[in-house]
C-alpha cells in the first residue's frame, strides 16, 4: 500500500445497514491479507472524543434550527478530518467511515432544506476538501428501513421521528447526489441479506484496494 492510505465512505439512510457492511467489509480486508492495524472503522457525527460528545447531543430529540445543526456536524467533521482521518491516511491506512459530506447534503439539504450553495461552503472548510475515493450508498426503501430500526429497538431519535416523508426526501436526495458522482459513488440495493449487500460492496472495494487482484 502506498504512503497515501484509501478513504471509503458507507452511506444511506438510518435503517439502511451501514455499520454491518463497515465491519462485513473489515472481515474481507483482513481475509484478503491486510492487517487489523491497517484498516480504522470510524463514523460521523463522531470519531474523536469531541465528535462522539456532538453525536451525542444531536442523538436527542429537541428542538433545533437546521443551521445551527449543520454547524454542530461541520464541528466534528473538522475535528474528525483534522486529528483521526488525515493522519491515518498519512499512514497508509484504509479507512471505513460511516457517513460523510453526502450525508450532510442529503440530510440537511434535501431533507431539511438549507441552501445548497450555503452548505458546499462550508462543509469544503470544515472537511479541508477531502473527499473520500469510494463511496457505497446503501439504498434501501424507507419504509423497510423504519421497520428495521422499530425491530431493534433504535426508533424514534430526533431524525427517525421525522417520519416516512423526511427519508423519502433523504434518499432522493442520496439519488440525485448519486448521478451526479457515478464514479465515486456507487448505488448498492439495500433491500436485500446483508451478505449479498456485501458481497456486492467488496467487489468495488477489492478493485480499489487490490486493484491487480
Sequence with gaps: MGRWGKFITVEGIDGSGKTSVIYGL????????MKEEDIVITREPGGTDFGELIREILSKDVEREPLSELLALLSSRHEHVKKKIIPSLQKGKVVLCDRFSDSTFAYQVFGKGLEYYLV????????????????????????????????????????????????????????????????RIKVINGNRPLNEVVEESWKFVEKLIFPDA
Design 26 to 33: 473489515k472481515e474481507r480486508l483482513i481475509d484478503a491479507g
Design 120 to 183: 458546499t461552503h462550508l462543509n469544503k472548510i470544515a472537511s479541508l476538501k477531502l473527499k473520500p475515493k469510494l463511496t457505497l450508498l446503501i439504498d434501501v426503501d424507507p419504509e423497510i428501513a423504519i421497520r428495521r430500526l422499530k425491530d431493534v429497538g433504535k426508533f424514534p431519535d430526533h431524525y427517525e421521528k421525522l417520519g416516512l416523508k423526511f427519508f423519502e426526501r433523504v434518499r432522493y436526495g442520496y439519488l440525485a447526489i448519486a448521478k451526479r458522482a457515478k464514479k
